[in-house]
């Protein structure tokens, strides 16, 4: 059997037996209930716990695959989509996350239709969904392209993404969050060893950096392939800044895994250990892209840039190297099947239709969602673009939720009764224009920017038309002798 496929194999079997173990800790009673023990880890989870689920989530198929799709024809400076989801999440862990923490509340949904209406909560979980949903049938995109580039003789692109959603989804679907997090400790430090020993393997495969960058092909215009920040320019780093930034809380995976966690230390903590680990990762994936670009001009598809790379290599390297390139994609899955898992049973069915649903009612729903998600994901994967610029439109949608919360957060004193209908709406009606039908809405060719625009001069107006003071202290109900809710300002 060939080397990479039994390391592969191993590597699942270890993730299933991470998952069984974790299904003692989603039977074990609480006085919160099964359902939060299966989707939230009982709100249980340490700082580590919390570090190893984000960066798992920042470290996926979009930060290997993708950036080295990117690298393939725009250089090194495509590392920095990694770069900004570190420097977004440590922002956030410095500033958001821990004020998050202290709400009383389980999903994002809930949280925006507490402060903005029961519309924007809707508008909400719909947001969420596509995203999540969406982003995890990237992952399988990639998982798919790993397996078929490096195991040709075993799998076709059709059945590494079967293979790729059916594990991906088990992995959840038995054990919640618990094997979520559990199992991103695995993955974590799979990623991080395949990686860094891939890497330095391929620069010694293919000549030392001298011959590598020698073979880079001439282009016209030239190509700065070397350059930190040229490639990519300054407008994507910033888009892409800004973007990781406000979906580093405002995303249901992420916001999952803040309201799963212990306390506001443990999550602040975890956030700040997640972006030093998750920073380095893109630049590693886009040097190897970059070997490929000079090794194999002319790929079918930039997706195999990685893959054709690590294919190179002895099969005991190659095949931990693609576990690392696989347990990336495992990694951000988990975490967006969970959070679109939590946001569908929570925040949708329980919360407006079936509010007296039992708690083994709730988990029983919660693994079939994950289950039918799983076989769906299949065919919509066969047909996604890009991987990055898929993600950049469809993360923009989450942008005024982002802004809320801030100012709900921050400056409540500062917002009105229509801030949040009218932010949540404009925005997001904005941001579905400009990434669907209306594509010349977009500004400097990033979705991000023109829905921050909209987003907060619809607020300002808010200041100005509307004098009627917001008031979310339903935010901290039961949460007595945490935080002290300033009562709502006179308008100004």
């Known amino acids: 059997m060939n080397t990479a496929l039994i390391i592969v194999i191993l590597y699942m079997l270890a993730l299933l037996v991470v998952s069984w ?79 998050i923490r ?29 995203v999540n949903f969406s982003v995890f ?71 030392g950096v001298a011959a590598i960058q020698a073979r880079l092909p001439v282009t016209d215009p030239p190509t700065p392939w070397t350059h ?37 230390r443990s999550v602040k903590v975890g956030y700040i250990v997640a972006a030093v680990v998750m920073a380095p990762a893109g630049f590693i994936a886009a040097y190897m892209g970059m ?45 967006c099947i969970m959070g679109m898992t939590s946001m569908l049973t929570k925040g949708l069915i329980v919360r407006y239709f079936r509010p007296n649903m039992s708690e083994k009612g709730q988990v029983l729903l919660s693994r079939s969602i994950i289950a039918i998600a799983m076989f769906i994901a299949i065919p919509i994967s066969l047909t996604m673009g890009g991987i990055v610029a898929t993600l950049m439109r469809l993360l923009a949608m989450l942008a005024p939720m982002a802004i809320m919360m801030i100012l709900v957060v921050y400056i409540p004193q500062h917002t009105r009764k229509s801030t949040g209908p009218a932010v949540m709406m404009v925005g997001c009606i904005y941001a579905a224009l400009e990434i669907s039908i209306l594509p010349q809405l977009i500004l400097g060719g990033q979705p991000i920017y023109a829905v921050l625009v909209v ?23 039961g949460e007595a002798g945490k935080m002290t809710m300033p009562e709502p300002a006179s308008a100004e």
């Not at 402060?115 to 924007?120: P, V």
């Not at 490929?292 to 095949?319: D, Q, T």
Request: hydrophobic fraction near 55%; aromatic fraction near 12%.
């Open 228 to 264: 930190f920040t040229r490639g990519m320019g300054w407008g994507t780093i910033m888009a892409w800044t800004v973007t990781m930034f406000m979906q580093a809380y405002s995303g249901a995976a992420a916001m999952q895994t803040v309201v799963s966690s212990r306390d506001e």
């Open 455 to 477: 987003s907060i001069v619809t607020w300002i107006a808010t200041l100005i038309f509307d004098k009627r003071p917001a008031d979310y202290r339903i935010l901290y109900e």
């Open 102 to 130: 202290r709400c009383k509340f389980y999903t994002i949904n809930e949280f925006i239709e507490k402060t903005c209406g029961r519309a924007a909560g809707l508008i909400t979980v719909v947001v969420q969904i596509v």
């Open 21 to 99: 173990y974790s299904t003692r800790l989603v039977n074990r009673a609480t006085a919160k209930g099964e359902s939060v023990n299966y989707l939230l880890a009982g709100q249980n989870l340490n700082w580590f716990l919390v570090a190893m689920m984000i960066a798992g989530l920042a470290i996926g198929g979009v930060s290997t695959v993708g950036v080295a799709e990117n690298a393939y024809t725009r250089g090194f400076s495509a590392g920095w989509y990694d770069l900004s989801w570190g420097i977004g999440a440590f922002i956030a862990g410095m500033f958001i996350v821990g004020r």
């Open 137 to 207: 049938c990237l992952q399988v995109i990639a998982g798919g392209s790993i397996l078929t580039a490096l195991l040709p003789g075993t799998f076709t692109l059709t059945t590494a993404i079967i293979v790729s959603a059916i594990v991906f989804g088990i992995v959840s679907l038995i054990g919640g969050m618990w094997a979520a997090s559990l199992s991103n400790v695995v993955n974590v430090i799979v990623i991080l060893l395949g990686l860094t020993l891939g890497l330095f393997a391929i620069i010694k495969n293919f000549g």
């Open 291 to 335: 070997v490929a670009a000079g090794s194999f001009p002319g790929l079918a598809s930039a997706k195999l840039a990685l893959p054709a790379v690590v294919g190179e290599l002895n099969p005991w390297l190659a095949g931990f190297t693609l576990a690392g390139l696989w347990a990336a994609d495992v990694s951000t899955a988990s975490a």
